[in-house]
């Protein structure tokens, strides 16, 4: 594997000739993506197309066949403090007997290092971040007992007290209620108008250009990446999903 190419000092994620199979099959092939920083931007494609195997092989979960990813220019592994995670709710064991406010603290782990436990400075921050995401009465209650909503919203709250420059999303906004989506999308512009990037999963498509500036079409290859009032165009989404597309241009009624 050749050494990586950092990508330019305003690229916050570098992706470069990054392939990826499962039992000799590739779910993604030759990829090569640059989201600068300080955006806020959305991995599209159809269904099998690699968009959560992407954002898991950006975080080291998953091992490439080649290519390379650098964060704000260097390995993940050097940069792992500055980048948070949200997975896919679906993917999380919620049956776990633990507090949404233990949940939050967990965030803070890494920059305690394994030999310091959690303490007050933590929990405050772990409490804070539960009341900006609109979840502090809520702080002792048990995970198991919340809804799909607010079990989101305490993984929010947990990437919120990592503190960190780049943060990754697996379909932040599935299966939540039109009053959570407008919650969690108003966090996302505000960390993103703090000069942070976040990189999101995102399936809807109608929803693209109201809460996104930057966007990165995926199926299996790049079909598209860029400023969303470049890429989102009725082309580009036949490329990657073939047939007809219903496009909602931004500002219209026009379907």
């Known amino acids: ?27 993604l092939w030759d990829i090569d993506l640059d ?23 950006i975080l080291g979960l998953v091992k490439p066949t080649a290519g ?7 390995p993940y592994r050097r940069q792992r403090r500055r980048v948070a995670y949200v997975p896919q709710r679906s993917s999380v064991d919620w049956d776990f007997p633990t507090t949404a406010l233990d949940v939050v603290t967990m965030g ?18 772990a409490a804070r971040a539960l009341e900006e995401v609109g979840m502090a009465g809520l702080a002792d209650r048990q995970i198991s007992q919340l809804s799909g909503g607010q079990q989101q919203r305490v993984f929010l709250a ?15 906004m599935a299966g939540v209620d039109a009053t959570t989506e407008r919650a969690i999308v108003a966090l996302l512009h505000r960390l993103r108008d703090a ?8 399936h809807d498509l109608h929803t693209v250009q109201e809460y ?7 199926n299996v290859r790049v079909v598209a990446q860029g400023p969303v009032a470049q890429v989102y165009t009725r082309e580009n989404l036949r490329k990657a999903y073939g047939g007809q597309v219903s496009l909602l241009p931004h500002g219209t009624g026009e379907r």
Do not use: C
Not at 11 to 19: G, R, S
Not at 35 to 57: E, H, R
Not at 212 to 218: C, G, Q, S, V
């Open 1 to 27: 594997m050749t050494a990586p190419h950092p990508g330019a000092p305003e690229t916050a994620v570098h992706v470069e000739d990054l392939t990826v199979g499962y039992l000799g099959r590739p779910v």
């Open 35 to 57: 989201v600068p920083s300080g955006v806020m931007a959305a991995v599209v494609g159809p269904n099998g197309a690699g968009k959560s195997t992407l954002i898991k092989t």
């Open 68 to 74: 390379h990813v650098a964060i704000h220019g260097a």
């Open 108 to 125: 803070r782990y890494g920059h305690l290092g394994w030999l310091r436990r959690p303490g007050r400075d933590e929990r405050e921050r």
């Open 158 to 172: 947990r990437a919120l007290v990592q503190e960190a420059e780049v943060y990754l999303l697996d379909e932040p």
């Open 195 to 202: 000069g942070r990037t976040v990189v999101a999963v995102h």
């Open 212 to 218: 996104f500036d930057w966007m990165a079409i995926l």
